[in-house]
Each structure stands twice: as structure tokens, then as C-alpha cells.
């Protein structure tokens, strides 16, 4: 349970030492007001920031904490001059004092660190190069005595360098920034879990919604693992509600996907500040139902920026301003939005600047001479944003919202009123849902793939399915008795839907830029797929406007034993 706000408020701020593991202790650095005035903070419960160590035959400190805590986080730690190894699970500037008097105490300390973050240690600390090693994914860390260490690179926009931590010897996982929640107590394990889902709904909405994408693809890297709890950076340990806990953020990066309105949101942050801006514009759009897709384009390709811009209803760009001009990520991300948004989407603009801010003159200049029109004034913050600021930035992202939904419901075509029964009956019929896959098949040396989810098994023994296809799906492709097909399960959090389509003629080929090898019955396999059936028509029959295809399973395979399987969720039962 919390602590009351009156109490918290009169408590000083102090590190909570326990130990959690065969040789290792979690180091809470506790405050009990609210820390810091970004929205993640406003509930106002306080937090911990929270550190590991684990003391083999070698040492190792995970994430230290931000410079508030350093006095007495290092008075508590004790010992540290002979740590071995620092381990950042993200490169935090609030962290770097800390970290600067950790290196000049303890001198033969290694930092380890993704690439990203190391090439921002880099550029900030030349003289720290010899000191930084560099992990990728299922590289290890021998402490002895039983603790191998393994590393899992989790990059989202918002930390690309995000690196979480595996000990094979506790078979305790450190999540950093995952599972966690921004609530101060004496509690350190989650016990009375329940009592904590409302915080940590807010924690994930605050930090996780917008990239729900990444979020979805670090689970399922995350899951592998045997661990029996989670050590995230704030809050408790996760150990009592960890099934529960991993089943609620798919839940809710599930919902997020789910919203009928998307907003892509593209920046690039120079010191940080736009990044702050960004997460409070897509609070004010998330708590008004929209779904939103952060994009860091200093770390995504040009074929990412171009899907999220073409998919969305609306997109919001930011930059910070770099010697008087926007940084070359910013230029490529606005000349993919003239070239590939059409000119009905809602746009905005934000930024953070020193001096003159020319880089949200040129967004605001060529957005509007491209005739988009402006969901909310365009915001301008001179260096860092404040309380105040961080709340308008946090009113546009609503004011945003509800111009986005009003001009969504003026072209939206009135029903006549005879028919509302029958878009009531539509809206039901939609809410069955089934899982999305795509069928291959072939004509020739020529190969075809559709989208469809409208699939089910029909039989038992022999396995069979039942598939439903229209015309327009290529179902002339399985006209006879004997014409064979791949049935390719898509996992969720993988984009290979994109390449295909609920409609599709002869003539097309979706596999040309996707990875695939052919099945014995000469059909394509995605290798992307969660599993696939090789199967075979056995009967057929037209049945309004769709032919029935009975085929039978002659084998099966699956590809990733972990995924989820993709659903698709409709709306309305009389579309696709």
C-alpha cells in the first residue's frame, strides 16, 4: 500500500538495502514526494529508483541511480572502490554524477553498455573509451560462483540503448525500465499485488504506450527466460504477479493496437528535451483513446517512418534545433511525410530550441505550404520544458485528439436510421475475431498471398480447416479438388502484414522482399511466421459471397515456440 501523502512528504529520502538472491542486493534509493514534475510523476506517489549488486567472485552494480541519490546511495553501498563491472540498462543523464564518482573511485571498474549507449558515453566522456565494453543480445558475464550473467538488447524509441540483464544463478531477471511503477514504500516485494494495478497501468501508459510495437517484441525476447521474478528500476519486485503482470502489458499494448485512431509521432532529440515534449504530447493523446507510434528517427530506417505516416490519421513531428537548422533525421523523416502523407491527414509541430528555433520554422513552413492542416498551434520550448510547459504540451496532444475525432466523425457517412438494427448486428458480428495468416499458394512458377483471418479447424481426424475467400482473394486459386496451399500463422509484433493485403489479383508478388523457402508442396513459407500448415483442397462451395474451402492438413510446423499468435479485430462484421 502506499504511504499516506501527508507522511510522505515529512520522510527524507534514504536507500532501502535487502538482499534478494544468493549474493545479491537490491538498492532502493527512495523518495517519497514526487521526484521530478514529468507526467509519469504526477500521481505523486514518489518512487525508487532501484539498484543491484551481485558479489560472485567478481562484482557487479546494476543501474546506479540519479544524482539526487548519489550521497547516499554510495554512503550505504559501501565497498564500491572494488566493483568490477557498472551495468547500465539505459545511458540516463541524471545518472552520469553518480556514475563519474563510481569511475573515479573505483578505477579498474568496467562499464557495460549496448552500443547506443555507449556511443553517447563516448561523445560525452572520450576518456571513459578503454573503460566501456560493449554486449549484444546472448552475450555473457562469467561472475563466478555460480552467476552468468546474460544480455538482452531491448531497444524502444525512447531508449534505444535499453538493455536488460539475465542471472542464470538467481534466475533473477533485471527489466529496467519494464514492470515497473513510480510508487515509494516499505515494501519490496509485491505481495499485495492487486492493490498495484492501477499505478502500473499509469506507469506503462506514461512510458510504454507509444511504443507498444517494441514493447510486444522485448516480451517476447523477455519470455525465454526461466526467471522467477523481475527486477525492474522502480517500484517493487515483481515475483507474486509475474504471469499476471507479463499478460497485462500484452493486454494493454493489445488495447493500444486496437484504438480506431492512430497518431504517428516522429522526433529527434538532441539533448533529450524534445524526447520530454513528445511523451507529454502523446499522454494527452493516449488518455483521449488514441492509439500512438513513437518513431525516433535517429534510430528508424526510412521504410519504418513511410508505413507508420501511410497507416496513420494523423502525425505529429518534432525536432530540436542544431546550429541553426534541423538535424538530417528530422530533414528525411519531413520529406517522407510530404511524399508519402496525403494532404487529409491532421499534422503537428513541436520542438525545443537554444536560441531561434529555425528547425520548427522550416516543419511549420513546409507543412503548411503543403496544405496540411495544424492540429494544434505549434509548440515551441526554449531549453528544457518546465511544469507549466510540459502541461500545454500535454493540452495540444488533447486539443489534438479532439480534432482529429471530430473530423473522423464528419467523414463518416450518416446511416439511415432503417438501418440501425442491422449496424448493430454488424458491430456484433465483427467482434468474432480469428487469427491472421496468410495464404500462399501458387499458379505455375508465379506465387500469391492474401491476408484473410476468416479461418477456423473444421475437423479433427483427419486435421482439417475451414477457409472462407472471395474473389478478389484469389480464390480461384483453389478451385478443384487436390490444389494445395501454405497457411502461415503471423505472430504478434512482427510486421509482415504489411507486405500483404486483404485483396489481391494475379499478377502480384508480396514475397519479394520477405525471407521464405517452399514447402513440400511447392507453396512459400514465410519465415517470419509463428507456424505454418502445408494443406491440401478436399471440397469447396459458394456460399454468398464466398467460397467455402474444406482442406485437409498434410503437415505443420511451428517456427517460434514462444510467440502469440496475431488476431485481427474488426469492428464490423460486414468488412474484412
Same mark, same amino acid.
Given at each position: 500500500?502506499?504511504?499516506?501523502?501527508?507522511?510522505?512528504?515529512? +520522510?527524507?529520502?534514504?536507500?532501502?538495502?535487502?538482499?534478494?538472491?544468493?549474493?545479491?542486493?537490491?538498492?532502493?534509493?527512495?523518495?517519497?514526494? =514526487?521526484?521530478?514534475?514529468?507526467?509519469?510523476?504526477?500521481?505523486?506517489?514518489?518512487?525508487?529508483?532501484?539498484?543491484?549488486?551481485?558479489?560472485?567472485?567478481?562484482?557487479?552494480?546494476?543501474?546506479?541511480?540519479?544524482?539526487?541519490?548519489?550521497?547516499?546511495?554510495?554512503?550505504?553501498?559501501?565497498?564500491?572502490?572494488? *566493483?568490477?563491472?557498472?551495468?547500465?540498462?539505459?545511458?540516463?543523464?541524471?545518472?552520469?554524477?553518480?556514475?563519474?564518482? *563510481?569511475?573515479?573511485?573505483?578505477?579498474?571498474?568496467?562499464?557495460?553498455?549496448? =552500443?547506443?549507449?555507449?556511443?553517447?558515453?563516448?561523445?560525452?566522456?572520450?576518456?571513459?573509451?578503454?573503460?566501456?565494453?560493449?554486449?549484444?543480445?546472448?552475450?555473457?558475464?562469467?561472475?563466478?560462483?555460480?552467476?552468468?550473467?546474460?544480455?538482452?538488447?531491448?531497444?524502444?524509441?525512447?531508449?534505444?540503448?535499453?538493455?536488460?540483464?539475465?542471472?542464470?544463478?538467481?534466475?533473477? *531477471?533485471?527489466?529496467?525500465?519494464?514492470?515497473?511503477?513510480?510508487?515509494?514504500?516499505?515494501?519490496?516485494?509485491?505481495?499485495?499485488?492487486?492493490?498495484?494495478?492501477?499505478?502500473?497501468?499509469?506507469?506503462?501508459?506514461?512510458?510504454?504506450?507509444?511504443?507498444?510495437?517494441?514493447?510486444?517484441?522485448?516480451?517476447?525476447?523477455?519470455?525465454? #527466460?526461466?526467471?522467477?521474478?523481475?527486477?525492474?528500476?522502480?517500484?517493487?519486485?515483481?515475483?507474486?504477479?509475474?504471469?499476471?503482470?507479463?499478460?497485462?502489458?500484452?493486454?494493454? &499494448?493489445?488495447?493500444?493496437?486496437?484504438?480506431?485512431?492512430?497518431?504517428?509521432?516522429?522526433?529527434?532529440?538532441?539533448?533529450?528535451?524534445?524526447?520530454?515534449?513528445?511523451?507529454?504530447?502523446?499522454?494527452?493523446?493516449?488518455?483521449?483513446?488514441?492509439?500512438?507510434?513513437?518513431?525516433? &528517427?535517429?534510430?528508424?530506417?526510412?521504410?519504418?517512418?513511410? =508505413?507508420?505516416?501511410?497507416?496513420?490519421?494523423? #502525425?505529429?513531428?518534432?525536432?530540436?534545433?542544431?546550429?541553426?537548422?534541423?538535424?538530417?533525421?528530422?530533414?528525411?523523416?519531413?520529406?517522407?511525410?510530404?511524399?508519402?502523407?496525403?494532404?487529409?491527414?491532421?499534422?503537428?509541430?513541436?520542438?525545443?530550441?537554444?536560441?531561434?528555433?529555425?528547425?520548427?520554422?522550416?516543419?511549420?513552413?513546409?507543412?503548411?505550404?503543403?496544405?496540411?492542416?495544424?492540429?494544434?498551434?505549434?509548440?515551441?520550448?526554449?531549453?528544457?520544458?518546465?511544469?507549466?510547459?510540459?502541461?500545454? &504540451?500535454?493540452?495540444?496532444?488533447?486539443?489534438?485528439?479532439?480534432?482529429?475525432?471530430?473530423?473522423?466523425?464528419?467523414?463518416?457517412?450518416?446511416?439511415?436510421?432503417?438501418?440501425?438494427?442491422?449496424?448493430?448486428?454488424?458491430?456484433?458480428?465483427?467482434?468474432?475475431?480469428?487469427?491472421? &495468416?496468410?495464404?500462399?499458394? +501458387?499458379?505455375?512458377?508465379?506465387?500469391?498471398?492474401?491476408?484473410?483471418?476468416?479461418?477456423?479447424?473444421?475437423?479433427?481426424?483427419?486435421?482439417?480447416?475451414?477457409?472462407?475467400?472471395?474473389?478478389?482473394?484469389?480464390?480461384?486459386?483453389?478451385?478443384?479438388?487436390?490444389?494445395?496451399?501454405?497457411?502461415?500463422?503471423?505472430?504478434?509484433?512482427?510486421?509482415?502484414?504489411?507486405?500483404?493485403?486483404?485483396?489481391?489479383?494475379?499478377?502480384?508478388?508480396?514475397?519479394?522482399? *520477405?525471407?521464405?523457402?517452399?514447402?513440400?508442396?511447392?507453396?512459400?513459407?514465410?519465415?517470419?511466421?509463428?507456424?505454418?500448415?502445408?494443406?491440401?483442397?478436399?471440397? =469447396?462451395?459458394?456460399?454468398?459471397? +464466398?467460397?467455402?474451402?474444406?482442406?485437409?492438413?498434410?503437415?505443420?510446423?511451428?517456427?517460434?515456440?514462444?510467440?502469440?499468435?496475431?488476431?485481427?479485430?474488426?469492428?464490423?462484421?460486414?468488412?474484412?
Amino acid at each position: 500500500m502506499a504511504i499516506p501523502t501527508e507522511t510522505q512528504t515529512t +520522510r527524507p529520502r534514504d536507500v532501502q538495502m535487502t538482499e534478494i538472491g544468493s549474493e545479491t542486493l537490491m538498492l532502493r534509493s527512495r523518495t517519497w514526494d =514526487r521526484l521530478k514534475f514529468e507526467v509519469e510523476y504526477a500521481r505523486q506517489k514518489g518512487t525508487t529508483a532501484n539498484s543491484y549488486l551481485i558479489q560472485g567472485e567478481k562484482s557487479a552494480l546494476i543501474d546506479p541511480p540519479g544524482e539526487s541519490f548519489t550521497e547516499i546511495f554510495l554512503k550505504e553501498l559501501g565497498g564500491w572502490d572494488e *566493483l568490477d563491472y557498472i551495468i547500465l540498462g539505459h545511458v540516463n543523464p541524471n545518472r552520469i554524477a553518480t556514475l563519474i564518482t *563510481l569511475i573515479e573511485r573505483a578505477p579498474k571498474a568496467k562499464i557495460i553498455c549496448s =552500443r547506443p549507449g555507449a556511443n553517447a558515453l563516448k561523445a560525452a566522456y572520450p576518456q571513459w573509451a578503454e573503460k566501456i565494453e560493449i554486449v549484444r543480445s546472448q552475450d555473457t558475464l562469467d561472475l563466478g560462483a555460480g552467476h552468468q550473467l546474460q544480455f538482452i538488447a531491448v531497444p524502444t524509441p525512447r531508449w534505444p540503448d535499453g538493455l536488460c540483464t539475465y542471472d542464470a544463478g538467481s534466475r533473477i *531477471l533485471f527489466t529496467d525500465k519494464f514492470f515497473g511503477v513510480h510508487l515509494c514504500n516499505d515494501a519490496y516485494l509485491d505481495e499485495d499485488w492487486k492493490q498495484l494495478d492501477s499505478d502500473r497501468h499509469y506507469y506503462f501508459d506514461c512510458l510504454h504506450a507509444g511504443q507498444a510495437k517494441q514493447v510486444e517484441a522485448a516480451l517476447d525476447k523477455l519470455g525465454v #527466460f526461466p526467471a522467477k521474478c523481475y527486477a525492474p528500476a522502480h517500484g517493487p519486485l515483481v515475483r507474486y504477479s509475474l504471469s499476471r503482470f507479463s499478460y497485462d502489458y500484452r493486454t494493454w &499494448c493489445q488495447q493500444q493496437k486496437s484504438q480506431e485512431l492512430r497518431v504517428a509521432l516522429l522526433y529527434a532529440s538532441a539533448y533529450g528535451n524534445t524526447t520530454t515534449i513528445a511523451n507529454a504530447i502523446a499522454q494527452g493523446l493516449i488518455e483521449n483513446n488514441l492509439a500512438v507510434e513513437a518513431i525516433n &528517427c535517429e534510430q528508424a530506417d526510412a521504410e519504418e517512418i513511410t =508505413r507508420a505516416v501511410q497507416d496513420c490519421d494523423g #502525425f505529429i513531428i518534432g525536432s530540436p534545433t542544431l546550429g541553426g537548422h534541423a538535424p538530417t533525421q528530422i530533414q528525411t523523416a519531413l520529406g517522407i511525410v510530404l511524399s508519402a502523407a496525403t494532404k487529409t491527414k491532421l499534422a503537428g509541430i513541436f520542438g525545443s530550441y537554444g536560441w531561434s528555433g529555425e528547425a520548427i520554422d522550416l516543419l511549420e513552413s513546409k507543412l503548411l505550404d503543403a496544405n496540411y492542416r495544424l492540429g494544434f498551434s505549434p509548440l515551441r520550448v526554449r531549453f528544457s520544458p518546465t511544469e507549466e510547459t510540459l502541461q500545454q &504540451c500535454q493540452e495540444a496532444g488533447r486539443e489534438f485528439a479532439r480534432t482529429l475525432k471530430k473530423k473522423k466523425k464528419l467523414q463518416t457517412p450518416r446511416q439511415a436510421l432503417t438501418e440501425t438494427q442491422i449496424d448493430r448486428t454488424e458491430q456484433a458480428v465483427g467482434r468474432i475475431i480469428g487469427s491472421l &495468416c496468410v495464404v500462399s499458394t +501458387r499458379l505455375g512458377d508465379t506465387h500469391y498471398g492474401v491476408l484473410t483471418s476468416l479461418i477456423s479447424q473444421a475437423t479433427f481426424n483427419p486435421p482439417g480447416l475451414m477457409l472462407a475467400l472471395a474473389e478478389d482473394q484469389n480464390a480461384d486459386l483453389l478451385t478443384m479438388n487436390g490444389d494445395r496451399f501454405v497457411l502461415n500463422i503471423l505472430k504478434e509484433g512482427r510486421d509482415v502484414r504489411k507486405h500483404f493485403s486483404y485483396r489481391a489479383a494475379t499478377g502480384e508478388n508480396p514475397f519479394t522482399q *520477405l525471407e521464405t523457402r517452399t514447402a513440400e508442396n511447392g507453396c512459400l513459407i514465410l519465415n517470419d511466421a509463428l507456424a505454418y500448415l502445408e494443406c491440401t483442397v478436399q471440397e =469447396r462451395m459458394e456460399c454468398g459471397d +464466398r467460397w467455402l474451402i474444406y482442406a485437409t492438413i498434410d503437415k505443420g510446423e511451428v517456427l517460434e515456440a514462444t510467440g502469440v499468435t496475431a488476431i485481427a479485430h474488426r469492428k464490423s462484421g460486414s468488412s474484412y
